[in-house]
């Protein structure tokens, strides 16, 4: 099969780079661009088998996504990949205002196709499942359903209220839908006529069943499918099974640096406990005010972040700067009462890590929070990302290399806010799961 496997659009630039953990590491050489290449980028990539392309639209109204999802999806279509995938978090957390899943299903199937578009959220690998049509996700060492999740169901943005994922998605869009349940997915689907196709996955067997759903039968009406990297993992023991990949490619570890820069826009308690993990093993910690950085016009308040960063690292020491600790320290309210202010602050958070890079000679990085990471590598001059090194420990944000720009070989790592062990940035700096 001389065609690419799939080309996918992530939502969000963590996400984005979690599908690429998902094929690169089960031997589908992937690439994520961070906008269409121009000129002679795509040629350097000519052997890769998936083709990414990270978006921000998990945090665009529907008016943004009618143009530049209109636009992604065209040049998705040009690569002829066998598979299309609109990639949403594995957390479903959107909103008609903003994120609109169905929205993006809509736009997908006037470009790519109208047959029934397959939905597939469950992931068993970053311990995400569905049953009966309900999501659930794992917090710390229990799995919660999503509306019920301690992070998911009080995000600040869009906050899960509604685990029934159908249900979720009418009020998003006016498409029928239906469900393939657990159950039936071992039995023997039925065919539906309906525009979104919900396929459960709860373990490994329902995980294959999907896969071999999807590759052997759906994509005969339609090469468009939304979902979470559980599409991926799912599809990965059917391409097995069709000869189309070999075994799992092995991956060495990237190795200790002395120091590395984290920059942190997200409130998750997750993160808070890796800033507090972190500066209890030699990281300093600087604290930021977001609301600063988001009007800061003039360029004053990144500049004394940077001047704060560099102090640290040029004692020797590794920094994470970050404008939240935890969900009591968020100011998101805030934040919302100037319109765009969020995206602001992420550009800055990317100004921020540019400047230490560069300044500082780095030659590892983090960045941290989904919607930040979006907005922050836009202005980091990187041009693509490739597979450095899985975590299979904590999947979902792994060490990259980037391609591109003055940062050209940094190793990065783009780290959703509930994702990851508490250890997650000293584990980077060592560079070993």
Request: neutral net charge; charged residues 20%.
């Amino acid at each position: 099969m001389n065609r690419p496997l799939i080309s996918y659009y992530g939502d969000d630039f963590t996400g984005s780079t979690d599908v690429m953990e998902a094929l690169a590491s089960n031997g589908v050489e992937t690439v994520l661009f961070l906008k269409v290449p121009e000129g002679d980028l795509l040629s350097r990539f000519a052997a890769a088998r998936a083709f990414g392309l990270a978006g921000t639209s998990r945090s665009e109204t529907p008016e943004w996504m009618d143009v530049h999802l209109a636009q992604a999806f065209g040049w998705l279509k040009t690569l002829d990949a066998a598979l299309c995938h609109y990639k949403v978090c594995s957390t479903f957390d959107s909103a008609p205002h903003v994120g609109n899943i169905g929205r993006a299903i809509e736009i997908g199937r006037m470009i790519l196709g109208g047959g029934p578009v397959p939905l597939i959220v469950g992931a068993p690998q970053i311990r995400r499942y569905t049953a009966f049509g309900e999501l659930f996700a794992a917090y710390r060492e229990s799995n919660y359903r999503i509306d019920r999740h301690p992070v998911m169901a009080h995000h600040p943005v869009t906050p899960m209220r509604e685990a029934n994922l159908l249900m979720h998605l009418a009020r998003q869009t006016t498409l029928t839908s239906a469900l393939i349940d657990n159950v039936e997915l071992l039995e023997a689907p039925r065919p539906r006529d309906a525009a979104i196709l919900l396929i459960d996955v709860l373990d490994k067997a329902t995980q294959a069943a999907a896969g071999n759903l999807l590759w052997n039968r759906l994509r005969r009406d339609s090469r468009f499918v939304c979902g979470s990297s559980g599409v991926e993992y799912a599809l990965i023991p059917a391409w097995r099974e069709a000869g189309l990949i070999d075994g799992k490619p092995a991956f060495r570890d990237a190795g200790p640096v002395e120091r590395i820069a984290v920059v942190s826009g997200s409130v998750s308690p997750t993160t808070e406990r890796q800033i507090r993990h972190a500066e209890a093993n030699g990281f300093a910690g600087v604290a930021l005010d977001p609301l600063a950085l988001s009007r800061d016009e003039g360029g004053a308040a990144v500049a004394a972040a940077v001047s704060a960063g560099l102090k640290v690292l040029e004692e020797g020491r590794s920094v994470v700067l970050y404008t939240a600790l935890g969900p009591a320290a968020d100011r998101g309210g805030e934040l919302d009462s100037s319109a765009g202010a969020r995206h602001r602050l992420g550009r800055a958070l990317g100004r921020i890590q540019s400047a230490l890079v560069s300044r500082a000679g780095l030659a590892r990085a983090v960045v941290a929070g989904g919607d930040t990471s979006s907005h922050a590598l836009g202005e980091m001059g990187i041009s693509a990302l490739t597979l450095r090194m899985p975590l299979p420990q904590t999947p979902g944000s792994p060490l990259c290399v980037a391609h591109g720009g003055p940062v050209d070989g940094l190793e990065i790592a783009l780290k959703g806010g509930q994702v990851g062990r508490d250890d997650y940035f000293s584990m980077i700096r060592a560079g070993r799961p």
